[in-house]
């Protein structure tokens, strides 16, 4: 058990550019989450994933942001036209679907500053 | 509406003294409640869970939390907290689907000399 991978670890970028983080799970995990985190508040709810089916999204998810699982291995999120309001930290996480709530393992995120 | 509250901001414990960090929700299923800890810069470790069962439920690191489903409450709590305690903390509650956690947040947590 590696643990959850996050790439990378910070991203300096100016308005307006796209960024693509990537994620890589635990290895037998077949769900993935992706959470946004600001300053001084828990972690927001973006979207997951069960192997590559992307099973529900946020309505913090707008249309400049899109994630895929394409193998139902690592996943990527892009953020396309970055805005100032972005800056955040975003976290993945990934869990065992079974028949309880599997916890959730979290990578240590990539922070994102937009200038 | 489902949701969390951590009333607590901040809270600063002297070292050695016990600590409780307290937790709402608002769920409308049978709640699966979870603290997790964050260190400046790192993601979430989880210290422990509450599916069913006995309510009173041990952690990581000589933290335990109870579960009242009268009072909506799953609090946190360590008998003795060492320096290294210091963190931020979050409770967050999810459902048994697998849905994405709802979490608080954050009890941010001092520990003085």
């Known amino acids: 058990d590696t643990g959850v991978s996050q790439n990378p670890r910070h991203k300096i970028t100016k308005r307006g550019q796209n960024v693509t983080f990537r994620c890589d799970p635990i290895?037998?995990?077949?769900?993935l989450y992706w959470y946004r985190q600001t300053l001084g508040q828990g972690p927001e709810f973006l979207t997951y994933?069960?192997?590559?089916?992307?099973?529900?999204k946020s309505r913090l998810l707008s249309d400049r942001f899109s994630a895929e699982r394409p193998k139902g291995s690592f996943s990527t999120l892009e953020i396309q036209r970055t805005e100032q309001g972005d800056s955040a930290m975003y976290l993945c996480?990934?869990?065992?679907?079974?028949?309880?709530?599997?916890?959730?393992?979290f990578g240590n995120g990539t922070r994102l500053t937009v200038t | 509406a489902q949701s969390v509250t951590q009333p607590d901001i901040h809270i600063t414990v002297s070292e050695g003294a016990s600590l409780e960090l307290r937790c709402n929700y608002s769920?409308?299923?049978?709640?699966?409640l979870f603290w997790y800890v964050q260190s400046p810069g790192q993601g979430l470790q989880l210290l422990l869970k509450?599916?069913?069962?006995?309510?009173l439920v041990q952690g990581i690191k000589g933290f335990e939390a109870e579960f009242k489903r009268s009072q909506s409450s799953f609090n946190l709590r360590k008998p003795s907290v060492h320096w290294s305690d210091a963190a931020e903390y979050f409770c967050?509650?999810?459902?048994?689907?697998?849905?994405?956690?709802?979490f608080g947040k954050g009890t941010t947590l001092s520990v003085s000399s």
């Open positions: 994933f069960q192997n590559e089916a992307q099973l529900e």
């Open positions: 967050a509650v999810g459902a048994l689907a697998g849905t994405a956690l709802i």
């Open positions: 996480a990934s869990s065992l679907a079974d028949s309880k709530s599997s916890p959730l393992h």
């Open positions: 769920y409308g299923a049978t709640p699966y």
């Open positions: 290895s037998e995990h077949n769900r």
């Open positions: 509450y599916f069913s069962g006995d309510t």
